[in-house]
């Protein structure tokens, strides 16, 4: 079956580590994105790529980095810079080009920093 | 700038009645995208509906329908006959058309929490 796979489904981290969260997606979208979503706040974009070996950055991109060397794999780094990291971290894809795409999501990362 | 307002934190209906759900958006590009997304308390992302800026007729989609409002920048979410199933978290969400063709840029309003009380 096709679609985005993020694991692990809860993380819990230290303070000061930095730490990885994956997402694969096997739809052939070009379009990737990250999400956080805190209550009251919705979803915040942190970063986005459009295609291979390129991405840019979203609303809240401060202490975090990505990475985009397989169209399949778009991994994000929440490191020790990031001030409040504990949230709800979603991951989506999309085809790029038609307004009309619509996102595909996958079910989440709850990050907890302790 | 781009931007996603929906004003209701929370609301209530009642079973087999119709709601809506307001969402306000803000852009200087004339082709846009407008989507509606659905969030149960399992947490995953469930796409509902799509308005796009230059569509005349509002979008259906079985107990879905879009009120857009262009001249407002509103499209409000409309679910008729309200089932219990329908208590979840509610977004809308907006990718601008950009000048080379469709950005990937797709931001999220604050979110709407419906509850269907029996």
């Known amino acids: 079956d096709g679609g985005i796979t993020q694991s692990p489904k809860y993380l819990f981290r230290k303070e000061g580590q930095n730490v990885t969260l994956s997402c694969e997606q096997n739809?052939?979208?070009?379009?990737m994105y990250w999400y956080r979503q805190d209550p009251g706040q919705g979803l915040r974009l942190i970063y986005y790529?459009?295609?291979?070996?390129?991405?840019q950055k979203g609303d809240i991109a401060e202490g975090y980095s990505v990475s985009r060397e397989k169209k399949e794999s778009f991994p994000l780094t929440v490191t020790s810079a990031q001030k409040n990291p504990t949230a709800f971290y979603l991951c989506a894809s999309s085809r790029p080009g038609n307004l009309n795409t619509e996102a595909f999501f996958g079910q989440g990362t709850r990050l907890t920093v302790v | 700038a781009q931007k996603i307002t929906q004003t209701q934190p929370g609301m209530f209906v009642q079973e087999k009645e119709a709601v809506t759900l307001d969402c306000t958006y803000d852009?200087?590009?004339?082709?846009?995208?407008l989507f509606w997304y659905k969030q149960p308390s399992s947490g995953e992302m469930i796409f509902l509906i799509y308005?796009?800026?230059?569509?005349?007729q509002n979008a259906t989609e079985g107990r879905y329908s879009l009120n857009f409002q262009k001249a407002r920048k509103s499209a409000n979410l409309v679910i008729s006959a309200s089932q219990l199933g329908d208590s979840a978290m509610y977004f809308c969400a907006m990718r601008e058309g950009g000048y080379g063709g469709a950005t990937n840029k797709l931001i999220f309003g604050t979110g709407t929490l419906l509850a269907v009380q029996p």
């Open positions: 308005q796009g800026s230059y569509d005349q």
């Open positions: 790529s459009q295609i291979v070996n390129d991405f």
């Open positions: 739809l052939n979208h070009d379009a």
């Open positions: 852009t200087s590009d004339p082709s846009y995208g």
